[in-house]
């Protein structure tokens, strides 16, 4: 099994419901909810409510890997709940994936298949780490200067993980964006 089936995977899967059917498609996702939790390599799952006066649910499900989101997709239990809300739904499902990286750089309402290509993401990542290391080197040096070698290792990374999270990888890839999407479909 090679290691991109191994990755954690976040499946984001969008569904219109037909007006009247809202109250009864949650009451069978909060239930389904509670199945799910317990299957093996499931992660969690995120649910977003439409706007006001617009009818498409969001589901982000998050799993430990593509094999695991397989099993799950297969699973009859799994099955039995998409043939529940199928008398909900107005059309098809969007089922998107996202593997490693490239939930930084789908911004939002972009299409999710869409991520750039793996080398331009890790030039971009690796910028975005090497500007949030050098900020908290020197904004958090004086600080941790008399704390135990460990504690301010955990902190300095989590430091690290925050800032690309919420600050330095969006900001980038914004900015970034024109040359991430260039040639997408044909880069790999």
């Not at 499931?42 to 006001?52: A, N």
């Not at 039995?80 to 939930?103: A, M, Q, W, Y």
């Amino acid at each position: 099994m090679s290691n991109a089936t191994q990755d954690p995977v976040t499946i984001v899967i969008t569904r219109a419901i037909r007006a009247g059917r809202e109250a009864a498609f949650e009451a069978a996702v909060r239930e389904w909810i509670k199945t799910a939790l317990d299957f093996p390599g499931y992660l969690g799952v995120h649910m977003i409510r439409p706007p006001s006066g617009g009818r498409e649910y969001g589901a982000v499900l998050k799993f430990q890997s593509r094999g695991a989101w397989d099993s799950f997709l297969a699973s009859p239990d799994y099955q039995k709940f998409l043939d529940g809300i199928r008398e909900h739904l107005d059309g098809d499902p969007n089922v998107e994936t996202v593997c490693g990286l490239e939930s930084w750089f789908t911004g939002s309402g972009a299409p999710i298949a869409l991520a750039p290509p793996r080398w331009k993401m890790a030039l971009v990542t690796w910028v975005g780490v090497d500007i949030t290391a050098l900020v908290l080197t020197y904004s958090l040096s004086l600080l941790m200067k008399s704390w135990p070698w460990g504690l301010a290792f955990l902190v300095f990374n989590a430091g690290v993980v925050a800032g690309l999270t919420w600050i330095v990888m969006p900001f980038l890839s914004r900015l970034f964006r024109p040359w991430l999407s260039v040639h997408q479909k044909t880069s790999s």
